[in-house]
């Protein structure tokens, strides 16, 4: 069982910027990928980015290409999500997760609880 805390959630102007943290413990696996989904009210959960284990690859919405950056310290088991010039669009419950990987929420079988961004118009 992975437990996975996020936070760096807040509220920011359009424009701005929010780096939001995975503390991940638990029977962790370097080898899992690590991926951020996020969900809007009234929408369902989207993909935003992931980064594998083994060889750390990126994957990206286009949504969000060029705009956010994934990191992740396997030492300190923190995942890492950049995110710059930040829309309203954005505004959305993010969610950490963690597993075999991909682009659809059934590649991973770890979530965090969320962290609230909202960005102002």
């Known amino acids: 069982q992975v437990q996975l805390v996020e936070s760096g959630g807040g509220l920011v102007q359009a424009g701005g910027s929010l780096r939001l943290s995975c503390a991940a413990s638990g029977r962790t696996s370097s080898s899992d990928t690590m991926g951020w989904f996020r969900q809007a009210p009234g929408k369902e959960r989207e993909f935003v980015a992931a980064m594998t284990g083994n060889f750390g690859t990126t994957y990206y919405a286009d949504s969000v290409k060029g705009r956010f950056t994934i990191s992740r310290d396997n030492g300190k088991n923190t995942v890492y999500l950049q995110m710059n010039s930040l829309k309203p669009e954005d505004t959305a419950v993010y969610y950490c997760?963690?597993?075999?990987?991909?682009?659809?929420?059934?590649?991973?079988?770890?979530w965090g609880q969320g962290t609230q961004v909202t960005v102002s118009s």
């Open positions: 997760a963690a597993g075999p990987g991909g682009t659809g929420a059934y590649g991973y079988n770890s």
